[in-house]
Nanobody, 124 residues
């Protein structure tokens, strides 16, 4: 089964930082552009980042630009999301998935199943 596995979530105070990790099973993550997506309670899932397979190009949604950074380590077959200056509205379940950039939009490529996600809660 082609699937991604997210980890690293937790409870953090406003202004704090977290780093999420994404690993893959069933395919080689190194050959795919990988994005981060999030879904807050009662809201639709939102695409927030996409990094090319080489790591040479990254794209960000306006809601996270300047605060979040995506990177990858292809020797470790991992993709990361470094989240700084976290806000309460960043509270969500975070997922990673294969992605593409269409115009200015980040979209998910659906050949891999959604993982279970990792919960990020920003609260004092």
């Amino acid at each position: 089964q082609v699937q991604l596995v997210e980890s690293g979530g937790g409870l953090v105070q406003p202004g704090g930082s977290l780093r999420l990790s994404c690993a893959a099973s069933g395919f080689n993550l190194n050959y795919q552009d990988i994005g981060w997506f999030r879904q807050a309670p009662g809201k639709e899932r939102e695409a927030i980042t996409c990094i090319t397979s080489s790591g040479g190009s990254t794209h960000y949604a306006e809601s996270v630009k300047g605060r979040f950074t995506t990177s990858r380590d292809n020797t470790e077959h991992l993709v990361y999301l470094q989240m700084n200056s976290l806000k309460r509205e960043d509270t969500a379940v975070y997922y990673c998935a294969p992605c593409a950039v269409v115009g200015v939009r980040i979209v998910r490529l659906d050949f891999a199943s959604w993982g279970r996600g990792t919960q990020v809660t920003v609260s004092s």
